[in-house]
């Protein structure tokens, strides 16, 4: 008999069921078939699905259902981006263990999408907390560690107070951190880094091999990479018997110089406060401008500050004595962290001088017309005009005197040409429990030891104290802490930081192609088989975080044969937010709908349909 009423719940629950019983979804190399690995990023388990995700669930799940009709082999897997600050916060807060929590949050939310009648292969489920993930989490690192890659120094980092870590730069947004939105200071730390700066060129020129991601999110990793091309030449300090080296784009103002711009962080201040009178209020400046936000720093609108220090350089294209200023808007991490002051060429630069009766010289003039420095109100920016004031190269059109100064300065050995990155490397340390050891072990007599391979993982231990501030809780465990030398059998201490998560997420989708292997990550002939990535699926936000990370771990891996392609997803779908009140539909705004009022009342095609046709995929959607 026909029901009058179609009743979502019977019809969903029976086809459900049954795809869960005869696993529907699983899927196997099949290579008498043309493959499609069909891919959203994966969720953190905060507890509940809200509308955002069944929107990008949906996209993903119509593009794989729609392959696999078309006669496609289609991986299309889930799982859990389970380590980080939530399930710590969680157990702080509530004296839970995160990983009570986590798991917990992850049964919940299985349950939900399983209601949503997602097109998953469950047997390939990975939870990046579990100790078979991260093992390979592990493993990776002392692969990128053997391979020259990840290398502890000092630096001065990003810290956040309230989630009591450091971040790497991407991570930080408007001089906020990305996780709390918490004012972000700078400490001086030791801590892991992966060198992505030697992936610099390839990651900006392999942007051309994607086609099939938005030009969007090409333009923003382009933007983030920054390379430029330039004169990176020195100034000697007689009064210090030193020198001061600087990157610059515009080797055409070198003869323009009247001052030097010291970043507050650079390592040459500490010899120019010794015998200082001024040492006291150079210092004083320092501290205060090292605690500002980069943004407060660069921006064109904020004030410049400087302190002069009573000490010259030789500008070695004029023989000039140039004063040297410590100021709040040059940046140590940025070319070599000092910049030379070009009044007339640099608007910055145009007004520090302003406040600080610093001479001016003009040497750039638009094509035909001189300019006077007494008729000049703001610095002269454009891309084209001849050299004035510049001894032999006066006369000269700015770009070939670009190429002619930079010949000078090779051929006296006082500079040499350079090509520069704003990208920095990936500060991967983090001071938090709920996170992959890393896998080091200090020796008194060895130095940094790696663990190895057949002791992996490093577990996590369970006596720990969550209220460590600054050091991180795994130094709280005195059985973790201590333990023996691999190479002598001398008493050591362990690492006590943990690895930044977006560690975890950098290498998911290729455990996905073979989950369960226990002897490797994947195994590489599978991994070939369904990588890269078809399609990947998931929020913008990720553009210069999580996308350009991955792309940096799949360069490493093919270099090191476990990989035979270049880039990890070769079409990207950025779908638009899900906005509630104003604001990206988040649990941290307390502004989520939950799908569960939606499913129970209108079954899941409902919930599906309408998210799908409410706006387009890349189109932000009001709820």
């Known amino acids: 008999m026909i029901q009058e009423k179609y009743a979502p719940h019977d019809i969903e629950a029976k086809w459900q069921k049954y795809w869960e019983e005869n696993k529907t979804f699983k899927v196997e190399m099949d290579k ?44 299309h897997p889930m799982g859990w981006d389970s380590f980080g600050m939530p399930a710590e916060n969680a157990a702080i807060k509530h004296n839970i263990p995160p990983k009570k929590w986590t798991l917990e949050n992850i049964a919940n939310m299985t349950r939900q999408l399983k209601a949503l009648g997602l097109s998953y292969d469950w047997d390939r489920e990975v939870t990046t907390c579990k100790e078979d993930y991260y093992k390979w989490t592990q493993w990776f690192f002392e692969l990128f560690y053997k391979r020259g890659l990840a290398v502890k120094k000092e630096s001065a980092v990003n810290w956040c107070d309230t989630c009591n870590t450091v971040l790497a730069n991407e991570q930080v947004i408007d001089g906020k951190c990305w996780r709390c939105d918490h004012e972000v200071v700078k400490k001086d730390l030791s801590q892991w880094f992966f060198k992505i700066t030697d ?48 990157y610059t784009t515009r080797p055409d103002t070198a003869y323009g110089v009247t001052f030097m711009a010291l970043a507050a962080e650079h390592p040459l201040i500490k010899k120019i406060c010794e015998n200082n009178p001024k040492a006291d209020e150079i210092n004083a400046f320092c501290e205060r401008v090292r605690n500002q936000s980069e943004i407060e720093r660069t921006s064109s609108e904020s004030e410049k500050e400087g302190v002069f220090t009573g000490v010259y350089c030789i500008n070695p294209f004029t023989g000039r004595k140039v004063e040297i200023w410590v100021t709040n808007y040059v940046l140590y991490d940025y070319g070599t962290g000092a910049v030379m002051g070009v009044p007339t060429g640099d608007q910055r630069d145009w007004m520090f001088a302003d406040k600080y009766g610093i001479e001016k010289i003009v040497t750039i003039c638009p094509i035909g017309k001189e300019l006077k420095l007494e008729e000049m109100t703001c610095a002269y920016e454009e891309k084209e005009g001849m050299l004035v004031n510049s001894g032999e190269f006066t006369g000269m059109e700015m770009h070939k005197a670009m190429s002619a100064i930079m010949d000078k300065a090779e051929a006296e050995g006082f500079g040499k040409r350079r090509v520069n990155y704003r990208l920095r490397d990936w500060l991967i340390s983090r001071q938090r429990y709920w996170g992959a050891p890393i896998p080091i072990i200090y020796c008194p007599h060895c130095g940094e030891v790696l663990v190895p391979e057949d002791q992996l993982p490093v577990r996590l231990p369970e006596d720990v104290s969550f209220t460590a501030g600054a050091k991180s809780p795994l130094a709280t465990s005195e ?79 093919r270099d090191a044969g476990l990989v035979d392609y270049d880039e990890p997803f070769s079409n990207l779908l950025t779908q638009g937010m899900v906005i509630k009140d104003g604001a990206k539909m988040s649990k941290s705004l307390g502004n989520v709908v939950s799908p569960e009022e939606i499913l129970s009342k209108y079954g899941a095609d409902t919930a599906r349909l309408f998210i799908l046709f409410a706006a387009p995929p890349e189109r932000e959607l009001e709820w």
């Open 32 to 75: 008498d078939k043309p493959k499609s690995y069909v891919l959203e990023m994966f969720p953190y388990p905060s507890g509940n699905l809200h509308m955002g995700h069944v929107r990008n669930y949906s996209i993903g799940d119509v593009i794989a259902r729609f392959r696999t009709m078309k006669g496609f082999n289609v991986l």
């Open 199 to 246: 992936y610099a060129d390839e990651l900006l020129k392999d942007l051309d091999l994607l086609p099939g991601w938005p030009e969007r999110v090409k333009t923003m990793q382009h933007n983030w990479i920054g390379r430029s091309e330039g004169l990176e030449f020195s100034f000697e300090i007689p009064a210090l018997n030193d020198t001061v080296a600087v």
């Open 479 to 557: 059985e973790f802490v201590h333990c023996k030398c691999p190479k002598c059998g001398a008493d050591a201490i362990r690492e006590t930081d943990t690895m930044d998560t977006f560690l975890c997420s950098s290498w998911y989708y290729l455990r996905y192609t073979d989950a369960h292997n226990d002897k490797m990550p994947f195994d590489k002939e599978l991994n070939n088989y369904w990588g890269p990535v078809d399609q990947y699926i998931g929020g913008i936000e990720h553009a210069i975080l999580h996308l350009l990370y991955s792309r940096f771990f799949v360069k490493v891996l």
